[in-house]
């Protein structure tokens, strides 16, 4: 069964996994490289499990990547097999904080993507060409 990942846009246009990955790549090629093939991999159903992909409570799953610095991608699943990217997290806790799984706007993600009827959201030349390389 194939997924499709998307990322969660605010209303005013920000993209908080989008900003994050662009951090990422600069301070931390490799673990850039692994989080996208990550990504990537979350289009088949079959990686929806350990050691990939965790659910973390009131329906948001991570996608996890272990090293010296924790690299955590917050999701969750929405209609039409889509897969929306909301939040990563990149710090040496073994935990999520209570802040992260408490961000003001995953609600509002959550019921945004519920509303739209396409199943496809809009995605960046970025986006795409992220995805495209993590095949």
Known sequence: MEFIVEFYETGLGRCPVREFLEKLKESDPNDFAIVLAGLAKLR????????????????????????????????????????????????????????????????????????KAAPQAKRSALQEDWLARAQ
């Open 44 to 115: 088949n159903q079959q990686y929806h499990k350990l050691p990939l992909s965790k659910p973390i409570g009131s329906g948001l799953f991570e996608l996890r990547h272990v090293g010296k610095l924790n690299t955590r991608l917050l999701y969750f699943f929405a209609k039409g097999q889509r897969i929306i990217a909301v939040h990563g997290i990149r710090d040496k806790a073994r935990e999520i904080s209570k802040w992260d799984l408490e961000l003001h706007f995953l609600p509002r993600a959550k019921r945004s993507s519920r509303l």
